[in-house]
């Protein structure tokens, strides 16, 4: 199976229907996601010689905001939705 990247034509595409606005921020790692602000965008070459563009997280130590939010590890299926497991009936000091 074929593995298609994402092209800047299609960040664009999906970044545009985005509000303006608003931080850009990286999600990485989905067995311990973790949200990371971005500070730079380089083009390079790959080492077979195409051209990539590499979206870089920054050097300050605040650059790794903490855990990715549920909603966001869900919305990328890193994680399974959960929900509170149900409530049981609590028995008195009696036993009843």
């Known amino acids: 199976m074929a593995h298609t990247e994402m092209t800047?034509?299609?960040?664009i595409d999906r970044l545009s229907v985005?509000?303006?606005?608003?931080?850009?921020?990286?999600a990485m790692n989905p067995f311990f996601p973790m949200a990371h602000r971005l500070?730079?965008?380089v083009q390079a070459t790959d080492e077979t010689g195409r051209p990539v563009v590499y979206l870089a997280e920054g050097r300050d130590a605040?650059?790794?905001?903490g855990h990715l939010p549920p909603e966001a590890a869900v919305a990328l299926a890193w994680q399974?939705?959960?929900q509170a497991p149900p409530r049981r009936h609590r028995r008195t000091a009696r036993g009843k």
């Open 80 to 82: 399974a939705p959960f």
């Open 39 to 41: 500070a730079q965008v």
């Open 62 to 65: 605040d650059t790794q905001l």
């Open 8 to 11: 800047v034509g299609d960040l």
């Open 18 to 26: 985005c509000d303006r606005s608003v931080p850009v921020r990286q």
